[in-house]
């Protein structure tokens, strides 16, 4: 808004004076919008100049690509449950950010817990389960309660029969069929639709089904036990990740293996990317929790193909002092791509090897705190010192050897019924 030198202008006058680029600002601010993720251009010369303007009301991160201003964004979002903006020119800059667009919209995805559900139950309940412990109740159920959720995995996958009522609850009026007709489908907020369920049901009583859950969670963990080298990295993760920090997950076998076996305790603090499975998401998305959260640690992981993506990005960090803590498992390829070739295309390998830098020196080219470590008691070593680095951010380079297929874990064959 210019300021009139003359008295209070009226709201007509301001209305008549104000740019669009000024409306945009105000509505923006009005509606709590406190940080524009962004990357400018001509197109949107006027829009930052209002950014300028509103001087305090609203900060501007800029970003070295678009789809780390929208992955920023997106990262933002996830962690703090608030609307976030980021702004970029029209044409390229709208189609570089597409990737990242395409992923939040995926993402509106989650319980069971499917991994973008983990946190609504601590891990610590017996009663939260992830995909292949669900997989054996979901072939035992005669109702499942889907909340938020396409139940991708069950009806694709598993099975449904006549003998399976499904209760959806959805805010899209279009997602509860896209599947399958659900026998019940409710539309609206979870949160007050769950609030009458429970209100209804309070009145039945089931015996505790904790005993028999233990025992189950047991006995799929001796099954998972075969991830052993995952395991051993992500119990590292664990023993330092304090409980409200955040995980963000990225398309890499420690992040396959995660989506099982790493506990989360709290909502929020475990981030997926959305079914599309954006490999690269990881590292500025974690960059926007990180800047958006700055009162718990937040932990990118990433494959050294992933990390590449969007790993510029460690430019932004060192310019705006987010102290994100990021670790590159390198196994100097596409390792889930390479994996496949070697057992399901006669080892026929081919675009699925990686050269890469010097991971340390190349962030500490950028200027941020880079280690090596080796082994899951020297990741360990190492995260403790970065997660007391408050001032900018750290990468840590663990060379790795390919890692055992989670995929019996992941794709599983049907329990119920016929497709
Ligand atoms: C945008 C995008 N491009 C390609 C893929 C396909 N893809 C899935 S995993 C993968 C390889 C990942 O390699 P890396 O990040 O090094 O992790 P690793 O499997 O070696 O642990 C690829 C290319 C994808 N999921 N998303």
Redesign the pocket.
Known sequence: MRKSKHSTPSTADMAVRMTTAEATVGALIAHGIDTVYALPGVHNDPLFDALFKAGNHIRTVHTRHEQGAAYLALGAALATGKPQVYSVVPGPGLLNSA?ALLTAYGMNAPVLAYRRGRGVLDSRDPLSVTLPLGRELWGEADVVLGVGTRLFYGYTQWGTDQELAVIRIDADPEEPERFARPAVALIGDAGPILRHLIDALRAHHRPSRHAEMEERQAKMRRRLDKLAPQIGFLDAIRAELPEDGIFVD???????AARLLLPVYKPRTFLSPGY??????GYATALGAQHARRDVPVLSI??????L?TSNELATAMHHRIPLTAIV???G???????IQEEQFGNRLIA?D?ANPDFVRYAQSFGAEAERARTPQQLRAALKRAFKRRDGPTLIEVP?PA?PSPWEFIFMPRVRGVR
Not at 276 to 281: A, I, P, T, V
Request: without cysteine; hydrophobic residues 45%.
């Open positions: 990737a990225e398309v890499t076998q420690i992040g396959f599309q499975d954006n490999l690269g998401w990433a494959g050294d193909g992933g990390f993506f498992f390198n196994d390829a596409f390792g889930n791509v390479r994996r699925s990686l790795v890692m």
